[in-house]
């Protein structure tokens, strides 16, 4: 691989014996680039050690217009953050705490205007925090009030990148379109609890659109809205709290900068996650060493899961009949990265777990083994194999 002066990082200063802060350069997509390539930076802590990003972070686009900053604890977040507008007013602020939004947020609108006060909710932490909330203060961007006291209509717009799935002519032959959807959250609060009808509305994937109903905050049943070809005009309930009511809009960001996604259009395809200490040392010409990391795919646990929902069938008597889950694969890696074993650990149906296994099953390459101290030992690993409807 030929390195060139457009160095991807850029070695700042030494906080400490093991950890130093570095400016980072990512592309559209948030994949580790060269600074010829990119559209933002962040300068960050990274432990020398295992590589997490530690202490205070801020990301920057090219104009040096600051966009986020934060706190990250062995490679969680975890502390204040703030997002900010292109026009520097402030979007979002609160805490994080193990990587969930905890407590008191606000929500800001580009023109200054207070747009939701939210309090996320400690819960059980299988749990996304996304679920558990309440919005005790909202206003339109004119300043008028929406929620008061906890009670009142809840509407939440984003847009996020989608992949739409269709027929034609025959279920054997699904089409598969790359999509930009508007997404559209709405229900009602009554003294801080949900209560009534609250809905997900997709403008372009309307397979997803979906209606939960809530008592007193208790979940009671969910319905989705078929208007997909198979289905058109049906329904089914589920049992399981499924919209997100608030997403966290930067979680796709996050995922790609901690996993130290790279940029493959710059970087040779040699170049893995697992290699991401040999890069920061010839980039840098300061020598870093992972000497501790847990087990796993070599390219990163974002990687592995993209890779794994580009290779699933999606058995159609599932699809047909709106099945979806999440199986859990035990793999034994040995000390030279080989699977020794891989053992289900639930059962969501058979066609799923069947096609979950034999996903799973033909990765056969990839894999890093622990390292303790420097030195690589065999370990289990749990690996999610996700099947969703949307």
């Not at 992949?163 to 801080?192: C, P, Q, R, W």
């Not at 608030?246 to 901690?258: N, Q, S």
Request: glycine share 6%; proline share 1%.
């Amino acid at each position: 691989m030929k390195l060139t002066c457009l160095s991807i990082i850029i070695l700042l200063s030494v906080q400490s014996f093991s950890q130093s802060v570095v400016k980072l350069y990512y592309n559209d997509d948030w994949e580790l680039t060269d600074s010829l390539h990119s559209k933002y930076y962040r300068i960050v802590g990274i432990d020398e050690k295992d590589m997490d990003f530690v202490g205070e972070f801020k990301d920057y686009n090219n104009d040096n217009q600051l966009l986020m900053k934060g706190f990250y604890s062995n490679n969680k977040k975890d502390g204040a953050f703030e997002s900010y507008y292109p026009n520097g007013k402030i979007k979002s602020k609160g805490r994080y705490t193990v990587n969930n939004r905890n407590k008191q947020w606000e929500y800001y609108y580009d023109n200054g205007q207070l747009k939701y006060i939210v309090t996320f909710r400690a819960g059980n932490e299988l749990l996304n925090f996304n679920y558990n909330f309440l919005v005790s203060e909202a206003f339109d961007k004119e300043g008028n009030k929406v929620i008061e006291n906890g009670t009142g209509i809840f509407k939440y717009q984003y847009s996020e990148k989608g992949t739409l799935h269709y027929y034609e002519g025959n279920m054997s032959n699904m089409i598969s379109e790359a999509v930009l959807d508007l997404i559209t959250i709405e229900g009602k609060f009554i003294k801080g609890k949900k209560e009534g009808t609250w809905s997900i509305y997709y403008d372009k994937q309307k397979f997803f659109n979906k209606d939960e109903f809530f008592e007193a905050d208790s979940f009671k049943y969910g319905i989705v809205r078929y208007q997909d070809y198979i289905k058109y005009g049906r329904s089914e309930e589920y049992n399981t709290e499924r919209i997100e009511k608030l997403p966290d809009e930067y979680e796709i960001i996050f995922k790609r900068t901690e996993s130290k996604r790279l940029d493959t259009t710059v970087f040779d395809n040699n170049i893995r996650h697992s290699d991401i200490d040999i890069l920061l040392t010839k980039l840098t010409g300061k020598v870093f060493k992972i000497k501790n990391r847990n087990a796993g795919y070599s390219e990163g646990d974002y990687e592995l899961q993209e890779l794994l929902a580009r290779n699933i069938r999606y058995p159609v008597d599932a699809r047909i009949n709106g099945i979806e889950g999440t199986v859990y694969f035990e793999l034994i890696i040995s000390s030279k990265g080989e699977v020794i074993s891989i053992t289900k650990m639930n059962s969501i149906d058979k066609s799923i777990d069947d096609e979950a296994l034999r996903v799973i099953s033909e990765i056969k390459s990839g894999w890093l083994p622990t390292l303790r101290d420097g030195k690589e030992v065999a370990s289990k690993v749990l690996i999610p194999v996700d099947f969703r409807l949307e």
